[in-house]
């Protein structure tokens, strides 16, 4: 998708009262900081806390009321030639997956919406007796590292093989996660993807500006790839031999 998904979500948490403005207006410069040339890994921890304190002692009603607002942002940022290539993947009987640091509970609905036959691998918080998020993590960040570590614990899960499978991805934050995998391609790259694409020779993809995908959503689009906590990336898989 064009953006970051963990923008729109945030944003729908301000509106919502869970978000305190100055620290939306943070979380916005970084976010577009991290498209243009990435963070470093302090701010990029520095981001995800301050995403796992917003909602620190919230229900999990309360989270679900957020979903619809932020997929409809999402939901018009999303790239139709991506939709076109999932389709294809699908028809083929191969399972895609979205895997973002963002949210589970976002991630989970979008996976569910564009019909990824694969589901989601996404962030995790934990849940108390009570119902309320705790604001710590359920298993690892899905960035960086632990992105790549959640794709491969969900291919030993599923019996995939990596070697035989795609990965997409906008952001040099993904390397970890695009080196598992065979074909590797990155998706309207940050300075330093592309240029690591073009010395390792993967395949480039550029995909449309937003204002031409809000037209193709609104035509009615449902599939897509949606990103991680400041950047996007989708993972699909083929099974061996399949």
Request: glycine letters at 8%; aromatic letters at 8%.
């Amino acid at each position: 998708m064009s953006g970051a998904s963990s923008y729109h979500f945030a944003r729908a948490a301000l509106r919502h009262g869970m978000y305190r403005r100055r620290s939306f207006v943070k979380f916005a410069w970084q976010a577009r900081r991290f498209r243009a040339a990435g963070l470093g890994d302090a701010k990029t921890a520095a981001a995800r806390d301050q995403l796992l304190a917003a909602v620190a002692g919230r229900s999990r009603r309360e989270m679900e009321v957020l979903v619809p607002e932020t997929m409809a942002s999402i939901l018009t940022r999303v790239y139709p030639q991506m939709h076109a290539l999932i389709i294809e993947f699908e028809d083929a009987g191969v399972p895609t997956y979205l895997c973002s640091a963002s949210a589970g509970k976002i991630v989970d609905v979008v996976a569910s919406v564009l019909n990824m036959s694969g589901g989601a691998i996404a962030t995790r918080t934990l849940l108390d007796t009570e119902g309320r998020y705790t604001g710590e993590l359920d298993g690892p960040w899905c960035h960086g590292e632990g992105k790549a570590a959640a794709v491969a614990l969900e291919a030993k899960r599923a019996d995939i093989d990596l070697a035989a499978s795609w990965a997409y991805s906008d952001s040099s934050s993904d390397l970890p996660m695009l080196e598992l995998v065979g074909t590797p391609v990155a998706v309207n790259p940050d300075a330093a993807l592309r240029d690591v694409a073009r010395e390792r020779d993967w395949d480039v993809l550029r995909f449309e500006p937003r204002r031409a995908t809000r037209a193709a959503i609104g035509a009615g689009v449902v599939t897509g790839a949606t990103a991680a906590a400041v950047a996007s990336a989708l993972w699909v898989t083929r099974k061996p031999h399949a």
